[in-house]
């Protein structure tokens, strides 16, 4: 009885764990574009230059873009993936996290509203969240802050800049957007 009982109940974490790692360790192989995370005609208002930009207040080196865009934007998942984190902080005003099956984080941060929970899975292009200024970003027009985070360190990208180490794990978003 006992052992049935335990071996049903491993089975069922099986279940949830072996596609969980299959899906996470697969994804490591296949090159998975991503988007633009607003919704709208001319997205593309961002600076690039922006991404490591040295004093930027509280957080030091600017670790991602800004995408200036009408305060109630659709944010967009940049790419399918697990939200791994919804709330609000400090810097970040309301911020969410979603990691994708290449082990990269993808941050959204001074969001109006967020439209998912941590657990939920998006899908690349739905709405995760409407634009605003939250967070440090009170006195600044409504914007998205993006930053795409790897949670595998590029070694290859030690470059001698300000905060130069985390360059092994925050990737410059214009290198990927397709
Ligand atoms: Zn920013």
Redesign the pocket.
């Known amino acids: 009885m006992t052992a049935s009982f335990k071996k049903s109940k491993l089975g069922f974490g099986l279940a949830v764990l072996v596609p969980i790692f299959f899906l996470f360790g697969i994804g490591l192989f296949f090159e998975q574009g991503i988007i633009i995370p607003v919704k709208g005609p001319a997205p593309r208002d961002w600076n690039p230059a922006?991404f490591w930009s040295p004093v930027w207040g509280a957080s030091g080196v600017?670790k991602?873009?800004?995408i200036f865009t009408p305060r109630g934007t659709d944010a967009l998942a940049a790419v399918s993936g697990l939200v791994v984190f919804q709330g609000e902080l400090k810097l970040g005003g309301k911020a969410l996290a979603v990691l994708d099956p290449k082990w990269r984080l993808h941050y959204y941060?001074h969001l109006d509203s967020a439209a998912v929970r941590a657990g939920e899975w998006v899908s690349q292009g739905s709405v995760v969240g409407k634009v605003g200024n939250t967070g440090n970003a009170r006195a600044r027009p409504p914007?998205l802050?993006y930053s795409l985070i790897s949670l595998i360190p590029r070694f290859g990208r030690y470059s001698g800049q300000a905060e130069d180490w985390k360059l092994m794990f925050f990737l410059n978003p214009a290198d990927y957007l397709g």
Do not use: C, L, N, R
């Open positions: 922006s600017h991602g873009i800004d941060a914007h802050h």
